[in-house]
C-alpha cells in the first residue's frame, strides 16, 4: 500500500498510538487510524492529541484521540 503524502498525520512515526504501543484504546488499531491517523486534517483535528501538540499543551505516552 502506497501512503498518500498529506494524509498521514506528521506526528504518526512518534505516536505511541499510531505504533500500537498503548494497550487499551477501545478499538481497534485500525480504526483509530483510518479514523484520526490517516484521514488528513479532518481526521488529526479530531486527535485530542494531535491539537494537544500542535497548540504546545503537554501530552504524555498515554495520550491518546480520546483523552490527554
Ligand atoms: S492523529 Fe493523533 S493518534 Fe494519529 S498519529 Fe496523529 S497524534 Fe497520533
Known amino acids: 500500500m502506497t ?3 498529506g494524509k498521514l ?3 504518526a512515526d512518534s505516536c ?3 505504533q500500537n504501543k498503548i ?3 477501545g478499538k481497534p488499531i485500525y480504526i ?3 479514523v484520526f491517523c ?3 486534517f479532518k481526521g488529526w483535528s479530531n486527535c485530542e492529541r494531535f ?3 500542535e497548540e504546545n499543551r503537554s501530552v504524555n505516552q498515554n495520550s ?3 483523552k490527554l
Open 38 to 40: 490517516n484521514r488528513g
Open 3 to 5: 501512503m498518500q503524502l
Open 64 to 66: 491518546t484521540p480520546y
Open 16 to 18: 505511541p498510538v499510531y
Open 9 to 11: 498525520c506528521k506526528y
Open 51 to 53: 491539537n494537544a501538540l
Open 23 to 25: 494497550k487499551n484504546l
Open 32 to 34: 483509530i487510524r483510518n
